[in-house]
């Protein structure tokens, strides 16, 4: 139980193109996701809450215009990147919370790597 | 949510147990230990989590002292698959998790 899924898993594309990325909660509710993205060798940075039905949360630094994340349903999250630039070449990793969870566990999903060239 | 302090990296044995330090002297009260590990190129994978009470779970142990400031995580019989960064987390309940540099944990043969 408690998987999540991510599409793609990976992505190449041209510089100022836009990339959508899914994330699903494939058997559990999720009120919550989260993003985050990594670079390498470096750990992984927050960069939205994602809460079903409200807009999102984005963390200190996160252009919201440039990530746009819509989170329609309590199993999926989508996490757009808008007019990519090489410099968004990253590994983004989603997460979700049960809504019915104990604590505060999270499971996260494989991951997309993105390349913009 | 408390500041977290790990040694960057640590080797071990495999089959022997790996003992993993966590420092977060400014822990709250209302605040959890949280651990998960990442393995190259996926996505962080959840082993364990406590408040007080020390924990066990099919993967791991959880050792936090009694004045909370301290835990660590046990991993009692280390295989080669284990080998990957593991983070040691402290927030509240319903907080977000903000992940630190970690642990770099190789398990050699």
């Known amino acids: 139980g408690a998987v999540v899924s991510q599409h793609p898993s990976w992505v190449i594309c041209k510089s100022g193109t836009s990339v959508k990325i899914e994330c699903r909660s494939l058997d559990f509710q999720a009120t919550t996701m989260f993003w985050y993205r990594q670079f390498p060798k470096q750990s992984l940075m927050l960069m939205a809450t994602s809460n079903e039905g409200s807009k999102a949360t984005y963390e200190q630094g996160v252009e919201k215009d440039k990530f746009l994340i819509n989170h329609a349903s309590l199993t999926l999250s989508t996490l757009t990147v808008t007019s990519a630039h090489p410099e968004d070449s990253s590994f983004y990793i989603c997460s979700a919370r049960p809504t019915s969870g104990r604590d505060n566990e999270q499971f996260f999903g494989p991951g997309t790597r993105l390349t913009v060239l | 949510d408390a500041k977290t302090t790990q040694p960057p990296s640590m080797d071990c044995a495999e089959g022997r147990a790996a003992n993993l330090p966590c420092n977060h002297s400014?822990?709250?009260?209302?605040?959890?230990v949280y651990w998960y590990r990442q393995i190259h190129s996926q996505g962080p994978q959840y082993i364990i989590h406590?408040?007080?009470n020390n924990e066990t779970n099919e993967m791991a142990s959880l050792i936090i002292t009694e004045d909370r400031k301290s835990s660590t995580l046990i991993l009692p019989h280390a295989t080669l698959r284990d080998t990957a960064v593991y983070y040691c987390?402290?927030?509240?309940?319903?907080?977000?998790?903000?992940f630190g540099a970690g642990t770099i944990l190789r398990v050699k043969s």
């Open positions: 400014t822990i709250s009260g209302n605040e959890y």
């Open positions: 406590g408040l007080k």
């Open positions: 987390i402290v927030t509240s309940y319903g907080n977000k998790l903000v």
